[in-house]
Nanobody
Framework: VQLQASGGGLVQPGGSLRLSCAAS????????MGWYRQSPGRQRGLVAS????????TYADSVKGRFAISRDNAKNTLSLQMNNLRPEDTGVYYC?????????WGQGTLVTVSS
């Protein structure tokens, strides 16, 4: 499966961005998926996840109430709506399965929150 994240960029604190992930392969539809973030000087961590059918989601405490994960299984896409962004949200964002696939790490998309 190939996973391609996009939608990152430079945004001011308090701003919004929407990330998208395009997945190849039919396995996407039956896989619990997530968005991971690697911030400077920190290990990569899971920030949000969504069950295969889209009925159950989880969020890291730091993003609860600000981020929303969604998916469209008909289009093989995973999205992350990020609102009220903070400087500490800066990092490279990746989509991958939960638990992650070792060969599922694409290039990610860089989000920079700065004034």
């Amino acid at each position: 499966v190939q996973l391609q994240a996009s939608g990152g960029g430079l945004v001011q604190p308090g701003g919004s961005l929407r990330l998208s992930c395009a997945a190849s392969g039919s396995i996407f539809k039956v896989t619990h998926m997530g968005w991971y973030r690697q911030s400077p000087g920190r290990q990569r961590g899971l920030v949000a996840s969504l069950s295969a059918g889209g009925s159950s989601s989880t969020y890291a405490d730091s993003v609860k109430g600000r981020f929303a994960i969604s998916r469209d299984n008909a289009k093989n896409t995973l999205s992350l709506q990020m609102n009220n962004l903070r400087p500490e949200d800066t990092g490279v964002y990746y989509c991958n399965a939960v638990p992650s696939w070792s060969n599922g790490w694409g290039q990610g998309t860089l989000v920079t929150v700065s004034s």
